[in-house]
Nanobody, 122 residues
Framework: QLQLVESGGGLVQPGGSLRLSCAASGFTLDYYAIGWFRQAPGKEREAVSCISRGGGIINFLKGRFTISRDKAENTVYLAVNSLLPEDTAVYFC??????????????????WGQGTQVTVSS
């Protein structure tokens, strides 16, 4: 069974940092582009960052987000620094099996995790 599981979310104060994890089971992340998306209440899902099959990285939201992949752990990470209240959202990871780099279009991704809540508040 192909599965993605996100973790690492929580409540953090403005200016803080988090590292979110996206662990895969049933398949190897190396063969997929992995994207991080987020969705705030009442807003559309938006692309945050992506790492392609070849290791290329696109940060759709500039500056405070760092995506990385650990092949041995079969996990992709998203580090977020200098968190702002507007970063509050459910963060999802998704896998795209096409050999086509990275996309910011959610409907092109084949597998999704259940999401992890990030709340930035003092």
């Amino acid at each position: 069974q192909l599965q993605l599981v996100e973790s690492g979310g929580g409540l953090v104060q403005p200016g803080g940092s988090l590292r979110l994890s996206c662990a895969a089971s049933g398949f190897t992340l190396d063969y997929y582009a992995i994207g991080w998306f987020r969705q705030a209440p009442g807003k559309e899902r938006e692309a945050v960052s992506c790492i392609s099959r070849g290791g290329g990285i696109i940060n759709f939201l500039k500056g405070r987000f760092t995506i990385s992949r650990d092949k041995a752990e079969n996990t992709v990470y998203l580090a977020v620094n200098s968190l702002l209240p507007e970063d509050t959202a459910v963060y999802f990871c998704a896998a795209d099996r096409r050999d086509f780099g990275c996309s910011n279009l959610a409907h092109l991704y084949n597998y999704w995790g259940q999401g992890t809540q990030v709340t930035v508040s003092s």
